[in-house]
Every structure is written in structure tokens, then in C-alpha cells.
């Protein structure tokens, strides 16, 4: 049997929720990865160090007895974020930077940031104590396509800050287009961007084709075969500027399969089988440890981790639902089958 040994995994996004639904998600992600960035994105959005480190506290509760799991906490930004609250943020080991959410772009981002070049001020402050900006990039104007948003928000203001602030960390979240790719190839070295599995596994067909499937839903949308594939070659490049961070993103099957379902995908029990699906598929296995277990911590300059997990190629079927205090959940590639499995 072929067998894969590379450092433990760490997931640069993930949303794991709050309430009973941790006792799903944490397990999922604390089992696997050694550190996570958790999103802020809850109602009410995680907007300070206390309340984050409470959020942390909550989910430290979860992780199983004999699992060793760094939560690193995001704060979502608005538009009362102050430099001082950066300089918090900045003295606080437990908090790895401000998520940018334009408001009205995802799952709970109605507290959002309405103008992005109000930002200024808070963007100096992040530049200065090496705070990095992790990015929903995706404009919410009415008048452009949902397809285009990606685009015309790196046109309209990534270009903008990383001229404006060209030592600021930024991220690029869940990328889903060439021009994100080409953007994030041509910035400096401190522009990065995580990769979903479904943005690198899937195109639109896989949503619209032979009927709506709402599982494959997320943001930002999946796009065309042919973006699909700029994001395929970059991974595939080694390039460090591309990294790991699953998206994984927990609703309950009722909130999924309604007429007006969810945006995201609940990755996370498959999350590395799904990488390495997606690399072992292009001939590309050599370049999973890296991208999953190399590149982002480099990028956040953390230590590579050097606990090793192992995966067997063996086939197995993702399961169809996966159950929650809160309802059943159907998990992104339920009752597929995957070609490497986690050896646990
Ligand atoms: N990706 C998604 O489709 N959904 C995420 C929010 C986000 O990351 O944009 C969620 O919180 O559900
Ligand atoms: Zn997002
Ligand atoms: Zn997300």
C-alpha cells in the first residue's frame, strides 16, 4: 500500500462556529490540524481580544483529551476598529490578524465594512506592527455580476491598499479566479492567498450541471473550468504564496436544502483527503506537504510544525450526513469517494 508521511497539517481558514455546533466542528479540525485560523464571522462578529479569547476558551473546551490544538483567532474588522485595538491585537499571541468582510459579500458579514478606504488609518497600524489583513475579496455592488466580484474588488481596492501599503501582510482568502492568481503572483512577497478544496476540485458545472447542488455552494462561487485551472497550476507551481485553508464552513442540512440555501462547504472530515485527492490527481503528491504543512506557517512566521500525520491510499466513501446538536449536516463530498485516507 502507497503510503504518504508529512508534517501535521494546519488550516489558514475555518469556520468552526460557536455553541453546541463545537462539539461537531472542533473535534473535525483538532484531530487533524495542529493550528487553525478561526474566522470571526458569528452574530455578533468577534470584534475584540476579549471576546476572541473567550471564543478561544469555548473551543479549547472541545478538543479531545490527548489532541494538541492552537486555535489562532481572527477579528473582524469594521469600520469602529482602531489603531490602538491593532496594537492589542499585535501584543496578543492568541490573535493572527483582522478579517476584512466587505459587508453584505458572505455568510454573516452584515457588520461588515461599508467603505474600504475609510480603512487608512487601521491599514497604517497593521502595516506597522506586521498585523496581517486576511481578505474577503469580493465587491457587493448590485450592478456587478456575482462572477465578477472577485475581480473588481482586487481592481477597486487590493491594488489600491498594496500600493498604498506595500509592506502590509495581506491574504487573499479562498481564491476562485486567474486574476486573483496573476494578483497575487505579481504582489510582493507578503501577499499570500489560501486555496479551498472545492475551488481547486470543482468548477461551476459541478454546482449548475444536471441539477442545483447546494452542497457545492459556496462563496465566493465557484467560477469556470478555466479559472479553476489558473488555480490548479498555482498550487501545483510550489509557489509559497499559495497555501492551504479548507473554507470549511458548517450549516445544517436544513439550512442548505431550502429555497434560499447557505453559502459553504463543511470540509472538514475530509479536509487533507480532499488535498490530496486534488494533487495525486495531477501527478503533483510531492507538492501536498508544503502547501498543507510548510508555506502558510512560513507566511505567518510560525514554526513548521514537526508532529507527522500519515496517508494511505485507500479508497473510502465520505459520509452522507454527519449529526450535530443542531440538526443533521451534509458534509462537502458526502457519500463520494476519496482515493487517500487519513490514517488515524
Ligand atoms: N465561504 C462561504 O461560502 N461561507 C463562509 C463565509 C466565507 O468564508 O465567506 C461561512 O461562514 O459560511
Ligand atoms: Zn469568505
Ligand atoms: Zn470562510
Redesign the pocket.
Known amino acids: 500500500m502507497q503510503s504518504l508521511t508529512i508534517p501535521r497539517p494546519d488550516d489558514w481558514?475555518l469556520?468552526l462556529r460557536d455553541g453546541t455546533m463545537l462539539q461537531t466542528t472542533v473535534p473535525a479540525s483538532a484531530t487533524v490540524f495542529h493550528r487553525a485560523i478561526v474566522?470571526p464571522?458569528l452574530v455578533p462578529p468577534v470584534t475584540t481580544v476579549n471576546a476572541a479569547l473567550e471564543y478561544r476558551a469555548r473551543i479549547m473546551e472541545e478538543v479531545p483529551e490527548g489532541v494538541s490544538f492552537n486555535p489562532l483567532m481572527a477579528l473582524y474588522l469594521t469600520a469602529e476598529t482602531t489603531p490602538g485595538q491593532v496594537a492589542e491585537a499585535a501584543a496578543n499571541d492568541h490573535i493572527i490578524g483582522f478579517k476584512l468582510?466587505p459587508s453584505g459579500?458572505?455568510?454573516?458579514?452584515a457588520a461588515g465594512v461599508k467603505s474600504v478606504d475609510a480603512l487608512g488609518p487601521v491599514l497604517a497600524a497593521m502595516q506597522e506592527h506586521g498585523v496581517p489583513l486576511l481578505v474577503?475579496g469580493e465587491v457587493t455592488d448590485s450592478d456587478i455580476d456575482i462572477f465578477d466580484r472577485e475581480r473588481v474588488f482586487i481592481e477597486r481596492h487590493l491594488i489600491p491598499i498594496t500600493e498604498r501599503f506595500p509592506e502590509l501582510k495581506l491574504v487573499l482568502?479562498?481564491i476562485t479566479t486567474a486574476d486573483a492568481v496573476e494578483f497575487v503572483k505579481n504582489a510582493n512577497n507578503n501577499v499570500a492567498a489560501t486555496m479551498?478544496p472545492q475551488h481547486l476540485l470543482m468548477n461551476r458545472n459541478d454546482l449548475l450541471v444536471g441539477g442545483i447542488r447546494p452542497h457545492n455552494?459556496?462563496?465566493?462561487i465557484l467560477k469556470r473550468r478555466t479559472h479553476q485551472q489558473a488555480l490548479q497550476q498555482a498550487a501545483l507551481s510550489g509557489s509559497p504564496k499559495f497555501f492551504l485553508g479548507t473554507?470549511s464552513?458548517?450549516?445544517v442540512q436544513a439550512s442548505k436544502e431550502t429555497a434560499c440555501g447557505?453559502?459553504?462547504?463543511y470540509s472538514a472530515p475530509a479536509a487533507i483527503e480532499l488535498y490530496a485527492e486534488f494533487f495525486s490527481r495531477h501527478n503533483g503528491l510531492d507538492k501536498l506537504e508544503n502547501f498543507a504543512s510548510g508555506y502558510g506557517a512560513d507566511f505567518y512566521q510560525l514554526p513548521r510544525n514537526t508532529e507527522t500525520i500519515e496517508l494511505v491510499q485507500q479508497q473510502w466513501t465520505v459520509a452522507d450526513t454527519v449529526d450535530t446538536a443542531t440538526g443533521p449536516m451534509v458534509p462537502y463530498w458526502a457519500g463520494s469517494t476519496l482515493d487517500w485516507k487519513l490514517k488515524r
Do not use: F, I, R, V
Open positions: 481558514h469556520h474566522m464571522n468582510y459579500a458572505t455568510t454573516n458579514s474577503h482568502e479562498h479551498t455552494y459556496c462563496l465566493p473554507d464552513a458548517p450549516h447557505c453559502a459553504g462547504c
